[in-house]
């Protein structure tokens, strides 16, 4: 298509022709130097701010002529090699009960395009045929973790990536009749939520799902980490996070959930060989040992009440107890390394690990285990969640 750039005498004005559709337009239309009409610009749902408007006229054509240039060809030309800043608007929808839609959140993010002088190269394009620049796969990457929060209240940032390694696990002096054997672990890579699953995150699962909402002993709900579930329960809304963002969502095993706590330390505690009430929530009315008495709360505290550990790990100590997802075994054979989540009908106790608001301090050791069936519930067992993806 020929470009007619000097423009034809109408009247006394200066008119051109659209390059792309051929609507007439003034002077004052252009686009990259050269005449575009905005309906051609604005195509691939970009809103140039730098485009004026010359009279309302124009954008009476421009509206008349939208169907005349779904069939035109594309801008970019061999000719077009300029960058050009625009605004892109991002509208995220989620589905909300059959055919309802809601629009959750609207962003206005900045970015380069670029109009390639060859179409033989191999970059994203959009409808239009101008070539983006990397710059908007991360605005897509941003839009599908605002949707994932939006949904789940669960977002790609409430996750710290653990690298693969080894480490001794169980207790330096575990006696010889102790489930805390001393035995050398490894460990793949995965990444663990920095908390526990809180009411919040929760109370979405359960309204998704048609349960009932678990109690918070008029505690509080929000930020506090969710109570009263079973085994089952942390299973089951491990599922449904994992087929609601994509992500492979499971219970730690009994050796992540060590290995996370520890944080590469091999002392009583991730904090050292003591540890107080200022650092976590147990029973401060029960001395261990040579450390003191300190506050007893008595009830959970919201999330990222303490100092984490060194790997940015929240309440890995004390608060609530949380589920893995392994059997129990006594005699550490192997089971602390996998996920005894596949058989429901398997009713062997599980693990759970890190003691509670309740709990005496000793519980709180990083190789202290406890166990329980998995259809048990109480006010004292929350869970928190890995992904391996």
């Not at 109570?227 to 994509?246: C, N, P, Q, R």
């Not at 300190?294 to 609530?320: C, D, Q, Y």
Request: hydrophobic share 35%; proline share 3%.
């Amino acid at each position: 298509m020929s470009e007619n750039l000097l423009g034809d005498e109408h009247n006394g004005i200066k008119v051109f022709k659209c390059i792309e559709c051929q609507l007439d337009l003034p002077e004052s239309s252009r686009f990259q130097d050269k005449p575009v009409c905005i309906a051609c610009v604005e195509k691939a749902g970009y809103i140039v701010p730098t485009v004026i408007v010359a009279d309302k006229k124009e954008m009476a054509q421009k509206e008349e002529h939208e169907d005349t240039v779904k069939t035109k060809a594309p801008i970019s030309t061999p000719e077009q090699k300029a960058k050009v800043d625009i605004i892109k608007t991002v509208e995220v929808v989620a589905d909300k009960a059959g055919d309802k839609k809601e629009i959750v959140q609207k962003k206005e993010h900045k970015v380069v395009v670029e109009a390639k002088a060859s179409e033989n190269i191999s970059e994203p394009k959009n409808e239009v045929g101008i070539a983006i620049d990397v710059g908007t796969i991360a605005v897509e990457n941003n839009t599908t973790n605002e949707r994932i929060m939006s949904i789940t209240m669960v977002e790609d940032t409430d996750w710290v990536t653990i690298a693969a390694g080894e480490f001794m696990m169980g207790s330096l002096d575990a006696a010889e009749d102790s489930d805390e054997q001393l035995h050398d672990v490894s460990v793949s890579g995965f990444r663990i939520l920095k908390t526990a699953v809180t009411f919040e995150q929760f109370d979405v699962f359960c309204k998704e799902t048609g349960r009932g909402k678990y109690s918070d002993c008029k505690w509080g709900r929000g930020n506090r980490p969710v109570i009263f579930v079973s085994y089952w329960d942390a299973v089951d809304y491990a599922k449904w996070l994992s087929h609601a963002t994509g992500w492979q969502c499971r219970l730690p095993t009994e050796a992540e959930w060590e290995y996370a706590c520890r944080a590469g330390t091999e002392t009583t505690f991730n904090t050292g060989n003591t540890i107080s009430t200022a650092q976590a929530n147990y029973d401060g009315d029960s001395p261990h040992l040579m450390i003191s008495k300190g506050i007893s709360r008595h009830k959970t505290m919201p999330i990222g009440t303490f100092l984490g550990n060194a790997w940015g790990l929240f309440e890995m100590h004390g608060n609530v107890c949380e589920w893995c997802a392994s059997e129990y075994d006594p005699y550490y054979n192997g089971s602390e390394q996998l996920d005894g989540s596949t058989d429901r009908s398997n009713d062997v106790p599980r693990v759970l690990r890190g003691g509670s608001w309740n709990t005496r301090l000793e519980t709180l050791r990083s190789a202290a285990r406890m166990q329980s069936n998995p259809e048990n519930r109480s006010n004292e067992w929350g869970f928190r969640l890995v992904r391996i993806d």
